[in-house]
């Protein structure tokens, strides 16, 4: 299974972003799906997953502001990103779940200016 992400780059405070991420390959089933990130210095946090059946959930310092949603027919996962802040700048990476394992892309820069 392969893992592409998409849709990142530079924005001001307050701006919006959508983060597309597509997976592709020998998929049967796809479970759960996330959005993680890693800002320099820091470890890579959760910042929102989704179920198979649409179920969500997101850090706090997200809420309100990040919707996930994903279309299972394309198995594609997107993360519409709201009134960034400069504190959301990191590398933002998907997992992506299948038959119980774990695949990861290889990150899309998000960068907020202000």
């Known amino acids: 299974v392969q893992v592409v992400e998409s849709g990142g780059g530079l924005v001001q405070a307050g701006g919006s972003l959508r983060l597309s991420c597509a997976a592709s390959g020998s998929i049967f089933s796809i479970n759960a799906m996330g959005w993680y990130r890693q800002a320099p210095g820091k470890q890579r946090e959760l910042v929102a997953t989704i179920g198979s059946a649409g179920s969500t959930n997101y850090r706090d310092s997200v809420k309100g502001r990040f919707t996930i949603s994903r279309d299972n027919a394309k198995n594609t996962m997107y993360l519409q990103m709201n009134s960034l802040k400069r504190e959301d700048t990191a590398i933002y990476y998907c997992?992506?779940?299948?038959?119980?394992?774990?695949?990861w892309g290889q990150g899309t820069q998000v960068t907020v200016s202000s």
């Open positions: 997992a992506v779940t299948e038959r119980f394992r774990d695949y």
